[in-house]
C-alpha cells in the first residue's frame, strides 16, 4: 500500500501526537506520584503519641473515640484517629486495628 505526501503527513501527525500524549500523561503520573508520596511524609507526624486499638463488633469510631476517656470533645478525638489512620471515611470494621491517641 503506497501513502500520498497527504497521508504521510497524516500518519507521522498521528505518530507525533500520539508520543506527546504518552510523554505529558507519564510526566502527570509521575508528579502526582510524586505529591501523594510528599503527603503522606507530611502525615506521617502528627505530633500525637498514638496507642493502638482493635474495632470490636457493632463499634463505630465515634464509639471508639468515645470509649477513650479523654477530657476532649469527641468530635477532635474522631478527627485525631482519622488523620492519624489515613482513613478516606470514618467507616471502620469489626477487627480493625487503629492507632489512637494516648491516654
Same mark, same amino acid.
Not at 505526501?5 to 505529558?24: D, E, K, N, P, S
Given at each position: 500500500? *503506497?501513502? %500520498?505526501?497527504?497521508?504521510? *503527513? ?5 505518530? %507525533? ?16 506520584? %510524586? ?27 465515634? %464509639? ?12 477532635? +478525638?474522631?478527627?485525631?484517629? +482519622? ?16 492507632? +489512637?491517641?494516648?491516654?
Amino acid at each position: 500500500m *503506497r501513502l %500520498t505526501v497527504r497521508g504521510r *503527513r497524516a500518519v507521522r501527525l498521528l505518530r %507525533t501526537a500520539l508520543c506527546a500524549l504518552a510523554i505529558i500523561g507519564g510526566t502527570l503520573f509521575i508528579s502526582t506520584q %510524586t505529591f501523594t508520596a510528599e503527603a503522606v511524609a507530611e502525615g506521617e507526624v502528627v505530633g500525637v503519641a498514638a496507642d493502638a486499638v482493635v474495632v470490636g463488633e457493632g463499634e463505630s469510631l465515634w %464509639t471508639v473515640a468515645s470509649n477513650l476517656g479523654l477530657d476532649r470533645d469527641t468530635r477532635e +478525638v474522631v478527627a485525631d484517629i +482519622v488523620e492519624l489512620n489515613h482513613l478516606d471515611s470514618p467507616v471502620v470494621h469489626p477487627g480493625q486495628s487503629l492507632n +489512637v491517641p494516648q491516654r
